[in-house]
């Protein structure tokens, strides 16, 4: 999958008092991998969530490839920008490991392929029978992960990742992250770990109090 480039065009957004996010403007290029750093509530995620059309800016405009996000539904977003959240209780829902995986490519009309290979890259098949809610709840965030990969979009947004991971699973996810950059895939990465970020990212952009304050070039 030939990954797109995403911009934020001067958009701002609050949620009924001060901005979350204020005048920001950043482009990330097709194909490039970028960590979103900074504190809780610095309006990292309310950025990201405007990728998929769930966070509409106040003010500015965001695109993904020629794609204005403000003229498609978030299910029309779905096709170019996979999105796994920062809570996996969020968006587990099937009774097995291997259908939730199988979902959103199904939605997409891919059916099941490339699910089984998705599954083996992460290390899940051993799992695949089970229900999700009886996995622990780093493996529960890892079913989410592959549930997004399977689906085979340009763009790939994860939100704190490896929140709560041992440094094996850490490792999986580094590796499935960078196979994905190394195949043209455009990655966003919000993330406090910045062992993780270092590993994936080519560069990461911080922001603070809605605004990005820094950017900075991965050794």
């Not at 950043?26 to 966070?55: C, F, P, W, Y």
């Not at 699910?115 to 899940?124: N, Q, S």
């Not at 960078?178 to 080519?202: E, I, K, N, P, W």
């Amino acid at each position: 999958m030939t990954g797109f480039g995403v911009q934020w065009d001067a958009v701002s957004h609050d949620y009924g008092a001060a901005d979350v996010v204020s005048g920001v403007s950043l482009d990330i290029g097709a194909g490039e991998s970028v960590a979103l750093l900074g504190h809780n509530g610095a309006g990292k995620t309310t950025l990201t969530r405007m990728l998929r059309g769930l966070v509409r800016p106040r003010a500015g405009c965001v695109t993904v490839g020629d794609w204005d996000v403000a003229a498609r539904r978030p299910d029309e977003m779905a096709r170019r920008v996979g999105y796994a959240f920062q809570h996996a209780d969020q968006q587990l829902f099937a009774r097995s490991v291997r259908e939730d995986v199988a979902f959103g490519p199904r939605q997409l009309g891919h059916g099941d392929a490339g699910v089984d290979d998705v599954l083996a890259e992460l290390e899940l098949t051993s799992v695949a029978a089970r229900h999700p809610y009886d996995l622990p709840a780093p493996v529960r965030k890892l079913v989410t992960l592959a549930g997004v990969l399977a689906m085979r979009t340009g763009v790939l947004v994860f939100d704190e990742p490896t929140a709560g991971f041992d440094t094996g699973l850490r490792a999986r996810v580094v590796r499935a992250v960078q196979r994905r950059t190394a195949a043209g895939v455009t990655v966003l990465c919000v993330s406090h770990d910045l062992a993780f970020a270092s590993a994936v990212a080519q560069r990461s952009v911080t922001i603070a109090r809605g605004r990005v304050v820094k950017f900075t070039a991965s050794p």
